[in-house]
Nanobody, 124 residues
Framework: QVQLVESGGGLVQAGGSLRLFCAAS????????MGWFRQAPGKEREFVAA????????SYADPVKGRFTISRENAKSTVYLQMNSLKPDDTAVYYC?????????????????WGQGTQVTVSS
């Protein structure tokens, strides 16, 4: 079992930055792949970024490549999402998720545990 709690969301102007945090509890965090997803109003939840269990491999959705960075600190049971050059289209609820296994996971169905989400709003 892995419990996940996201934080760090908020309101920011276009071009600004935010850093999201995902605090995990549970014995299997260090051997879990982690990911960030987002859901905008009226849209389906979509993949944003993922990281392997040791952080050696990452994957990003095309809309965020070059602007977002996912990282993790297993000693702190925390996953981060650094978001730079934010755009109004990045407005969404951002979810942290954990998947069994060590490799990068990019598909929603591969993730077993989910947080409650944190709201990110980017104004133009």
């Amino acid at each position: 079992q892995v419990q996940l709690v996201e934080s760090g969301g908020g309101l920011v102007q276009a071009g600004g930055s935010l850093r999201l945090f995902c605090a995990a509890s549970g014995r299997t965090f260090s051997t879990s792949a982690m990911g960030w997803f987002r859901q905008a109003p009226g849209k389906e939840r979509e993949f944003v970024a993922a990281i392997s269990w040791r952080g050696g491999m990452t994957s990003y959705a095309d809309p965020v490549k070059g602007r977002f960075t996912i990282s993790r600190e297993n000693a702190k049971s925390t996953v981060y999402l650094q978001m730079n050059s934010l755009k109004p289209d990045d407005t969404a609820v951002y979810y942290c998720a954990a998947a069994p296994g060590v490799g990068v996971r990019v598909r929603e169905y591969e993730y077993q545990f989910w947080g409650q989400g944190t709201q990110v709003t980017v104004s133009s």
